[in-house]
């Protein structure tokens, strides 16, 4: 087991790199944050920001022999570089478990192989593959890029095979997944933390929005059955063991109109669906990753409270100044900023946390909220529940 106040390493310096660095500081650990960017929001927060890029040979062998551990805040870190790290300290999650979560073709084709239900789905890795894949899908689909893609970025929906054939030319003819659109009725996502031994803690069911391709809210519990909760569970857990994970790991679900439990995909840490854990759990997705890649055990993941997580956007920074005096009045509302210097249009700047009694309330007070600090909105008193 590693114990304060050893240091720990992070591959990225964006809000989730920010969040383990918190969460690391409160244990006692001390934290370096590689990152290339000057103005990273986990090198601002870290012991020590190594400004280098993630296949600089010097910057990663002083990593190695400073860190007792290491870990990634995002799943594109070169292959060779986790490689390179983990013949030298232990890397959690290891660079098989993230090879195969960082890439479309792989991560759909492990899940499949395994038994665990998709949207179907065909490997596109040249244009000749792409008449025999609309012939056999329903369309429409959405054409994927295997690699880079998030937030709904390197996907384009097609109808047909003429447009498959333009969205694919338009993706620069990378490999790609081609996969059947399904009808939704909720998107769900399930966070767990799996420790060296195999001892695994799951937390609630998320319940998801998405706007625009980028999650909006998530809604803790959520709204569905206890089975399918519990299938969902089950299923997240049956992956985490099949790569012998050790981290954090998120996968998202859809569930159809029809009724089906579709996984859609997953990911090597923690995620923008689980940052409500920070407040209304025992313990934060962000405590487990420091406690899995220390050979911790992981921690309980009760929930304290049912919350509404909703995202913050550049676009609202554009409107002018976010009325934060407004959220800062409601008592039941924690604001979290990433410490991002400039806002654009669909950049996360930070989250907030709306807990109640139940979840409806909650999602009363988010939106309350919501419209409160928007700087467009009508300058109205502002009236809260005590």
């Known amino acids: 087991m590693i114990v304060p106040v050893a240091t720990l390493g992070v591959l990225g310096g964006g809000q989730l790199g920010r969040m383990f660095t918190l969460a690391a500081h409160r244990m006692g650990y001390r934290v370096w944050v590689l990152d290339p960017d000057p103005a990273s929001p986990a090198g601002s927060m870290a012991d020590r920001h190594l400004q280098a890029a993630y296949d600089d ?37 290891g660079s098989k478990a993230v090879a195969i979560a960082r890439d479309r073709i792989l991560e759909k084709t492990f899940i499949r192989d395994l038994g665990l239900p998709t949207a179907a789905f065909f490997a596109i890795n040249s244009a000749a593959d792409l008449a025999p894949a609309c012939e056999a899908l329903t369309m429409p689909a959405l054409l994927k890029t295997s690699q880079f893609g998030y937030d709904g970025k390197g996907q384009i929906g097609v109808d047909n095979l003429e ?27 399930v966070i767990l933390a799996r420790g060296v031994g195999g001892h695994t803690e799951v937390y609630p069911i998320g319940e998801n929005v998405h706007v625009n ?6 809604r803790v519990p959520g709204r569905v059955p206890d089975e399918v909760a519990q299938q969902a569970r089950d299923m997240a857990a049956k992956l985490a063991a099949a790569m012998d994970y050790v981290g954090v790991l998120a996968v998202e679900f859809f569930i159809t109109e029809d009724g089906r439990l579709l996984i859609n995909e997953m990911a090597p840490r923690p995620h ?47 409107k002018g100044t976010p009325r934060w005096q407004y959220l800062l009045a409601e008592g039941h ?11 654009r249009e669909g950049r996360k700047m930070g989250h907030y946390t709306s807990l109640a009694e139940d979840p409806k309330q909650a999602m009363l007070i988010a939106e309350r909220v919501r419209a409160a600090i928007d700087p467009a909105a009508p300058d109205d008193e502002y009236e809260r529940d005590d």
């Open 333 to 343: 509302t924690c604001l979290h900023l990433y410490g991002k210097e400039e806002a």
């Open 163 to 189: 447009q498959a054939r333009l969205a694919f030319a338009d993706l620069n003819e990378v490999p790609c997944v081609l996969e059947e659109c399904v009808l939704l009725d909720h998107e769900l996502s």
């Open 213 to 218: 391709g980028i999650l909006d809210t998530t």
């Open 57 to 93: 040979t010097a910057a990663l062998e002083e990593m190695a022999e400073a860190c007792a551990a290491i870990t990634t805040e995002f799943e594109n870190v070169p292959a060779e570089t986790l490689e390179f790290l983990e013949s030298r300290v232990p890397v959690r999650p």
């Open 272 to 318: 923008n669906s689980g940052h409500y854990t920070i407040d209304a759990c025992l313990t934060s997705q962000f405590e487990q990753q420091v406690r899995t890649m220390c050979g911790l055990p992981p921690g309980s993941t009760r929930l304290l409270s049912p919350a509404v997580m909703v995202n913050l956007l550049g676009n609202l920074w554009l």
